[in-house]
């Protein structure tokens, strides 16, 4: 027998042992990239909409609600569906300057490479009203 025909096929043997862990690893990293664009985001989304929320208090020339803090939110995380934004606005007690307000940003994640596992990722910012 010679020695090429003895290793034969070995290669596709090789690559079937391979394949799946590569590719295992390249979706790993693709749920793991997106979570943490996903973090990042809701980060910056609700520190932009508690710095909104602190500016625009019931003092101010046009004190803002809820949903102007929402629109703030999901306008400053342009990469994110708005659909899979979840955007919560608390005054502590109310909208006057000296109170405190607190904004909670969640994110399901839109990309499900791994279909279970792939929790909702978020943030939260508190700020004093100045007006």
Same mark, same amino acid.
């Given at each position: ?21 590569? #590719? ?9 990239? &997106? ?37 703030? #939110? ?5 990469? #994110?569906?708005?659909?899979?934004? &979840?955007?919560?606005?608390t005054w502590n007690p109310n909208n006057t300057p000296g109170n405190t307000v607190?904004?909670? #940003? ?9 279909? &279970? ?15």
């Amino acid at each position: 027998m010679n020695r090429l025909g003895s290793e034969r096929g070995s290669a596709m043997v090789e690559v079937a042992f391979i394949l799946p862990i590569v #590719v295992l690893f390249i979706f790993g990293l693709i749920q793991f990239s &997106t979570s943490t664009f996903n973090l990042n985001s809701a980060a910056y989304g609700s520190t932009q909409g508690a710095r909104y929320a602190s500016v625009h208090g019931a003092n101010s020339a046009s004190p803002c609600s809820a949903a102007n803090v929402t629109a703030v #939110v999901i306008a400053s995380m342009p990469g #994110v569906p708005a659909g899979s934004v &979840t955007v919560t606005t608390t005054w502590n007690p109310n909208n006057t300057p000296g109170n405190t307000v607190t904004v909670a #940003v969640s994110i399901k994640p839109w990309i499900k490479v791994i279909p &279970t596992g792939s929790p909702a990722v978020g943030a939260k910012t508190q700020m004093t009203i100045l007006q």
